[in-house]
């Protein structure tokens, strides 16, 4: 039996996933976070939290690396760890540093900052001449502005150190990229109270369907799980309202997206890692979105699950482990998974979601969820704030995302105004 340290988690699937995939392997984990009352409002009245089964609970500045690591030395010492991990994009660089000062497996944290900090991957995949949109790195608006100039219209405003979309704006004139600066700089920390870099990254606007590609990296050895396709709305943000696995794609497009994104894994260093990389299929080529060093979100990993029976969760916990991950894919009797969420176009109070107890029986459906009455709505601008969710599989080919499309459709959110 292993004894992992998990430091901090989302809240979301990957809070339950992760814990599952630990004891399943038959390990076990000690939690440790800064704020354990940020995790216990998530658990449905009388449940308790998966992160909850942790052997031992620890609490300590995780914001703080000058005094986290001593502190995971000194719990060490007692509590004997064979790996670090943790599912939040914030502390995947000091959860990699953790892994450094114990001597225990884990990747590179220059390569994990580097891959987590959006104006950094950048630049290391430009001087790897890994394919990308054109960028500038910006510190004030007025150098926004000379840097939309340069470039040309329209263009993506993103923060570099943000995750699920959170302030990922199209920007089409001068007004919205001065509307689009402001909203990003008047929130200037993280929902996990880190302070954030005063910097935008400007980007070319690529034209094209997005794909994802998950990937299994050990040992210096990158394998590709498969490619996720991805729909998105609520323009001018960029809300993820589906995905499908596998995607469907020609040879060539599957092709071209697993080879890059095999090249902007290895550029950046990254070993020892479950990636999710984001592409582009322009009509010049493929062109790197983002690298992101953990397990997909949005219920991916679950989607590859259901196809091929490989557990991406399993996987990082075996890498972080040290130990080879099974990637052998088998027969699930699925040839597609697909999910559809439920994004809410108006603001208010959610006094309930009708149909979901129908959709819930139907053949195909996989997954029903849907938010508990009384939550607060607003419109969509990231993907933090969806209804709900529908997932649907298709035995005989690429069809789950029509499936899953058609069930969420009788999903009908009621939002009232209070």
């Known amino acids: ?25 038959g390990h076990e984990f000690t939690f440790l976070t800064r704020d354990l009352h940020h995790y216990l409002g998530t658990a449905p009245e009388g449940v308790r939290h998966p992160l909850l089964s942790a052997r031992h609970v620890l609490t300590a500045d995780t914001n703080d690396a000058g005094l986290l690591l001593p502190f995971a030395e000194r719990a060490h010492a007692s509590l004997r760890f064979d790996g670090v991990i943790t599912s939040c994009d914030y502390y995947l660089p000091v959860a990699a540093g953790i892994a450094t000062r114990l001597n225990l497996p884990g990747p590179d944290p220059a390569a994990v900052e580097n891959a987590c900090r959006k104006d950094l991957t950048r630049q290391v995949l430009a001087e790897a001449g890994v394919p990308g949109p054109r960028f500038a790195v910006c510190r004030d608006h007025a150098e926004a502005v000379r840097a939309a100039r340069e470039t040309g219209l329209p263009l993506v405003l993103k923060p570099v150190d943000l995750c699920a979309g959170m302030f990922v704006r199209r920007v089409d004139d001068e007004t919205g990229l001065a509307e689009a600066h402001r909203a990003l700089m008047d929130f200037p920390v993280n929902a996990r109270g880190q302070a954030r870099a005063p910097v935008v990254l400007l980007e070319e606007f690529l034209h094209g369907p997005e794909v994802s590609v998950e990937t299994v990296t050990f040992a210096g050895r990158t394998e590709v799980v498969g490619v996720t396709d991805k729909s998105t709305g609520g323009a001018p943000a960029f809300v993820e309202t589906g995905h499908m696995f596998p995607a469907a794609l020609s040879d060539e497009d599957d092709r071209a997206a697993r080879e890059t994104a095999v090249r902007a894994v290895e550029a950046l260093g990254l070993d020892a890692v479950v990636a999710h990389t984001e592409i582009k299929l322009t009509p010049d080529g493929p062109r790197v979105v983002e690298v992101n060093p953990r397990p997909a979100g949005n219920r991916i990993t679950e989607l590859v699950r259901h196809v091929t029976g490989i557990d991406l969760a399993a996987a990082c916990v075996n890498v972080a482990l040290g130990r080879a991950p099974d990637l052998r894919p088998r027969a699930t009797g699925l040839h597609s998974a697909a999910i559809a969420f439920l994004v809410p176009g108006a603001g208010g109070v959610l006094e309930g979601v009708d149909g979901a107890d129908e959709v819930g029986e139907a053949a195909d459906v996989l997954e029903v969820s849907v938010a508990q009455p009384g939550t607060r709505v607003g419109v969509a601008s990231s993907n933090n704030e969806y209804l709900g969710h529908v997932m649907a599989g298709d035995a005989d080919g690429p069809g789950a995302r029509a499936g899953a499309e058609a069930l969420l459709a009788r999903l009908r959110p009621q939002v009232v105004n209070r």
């Open 1 to 25: 039996m292993a004894h992992l340290l998990m430091v901090e988690s989302w809240v979301g699937s990957m809070s339950r996933l992760l814990p599952r995939a630990i004891r399943e392997g």
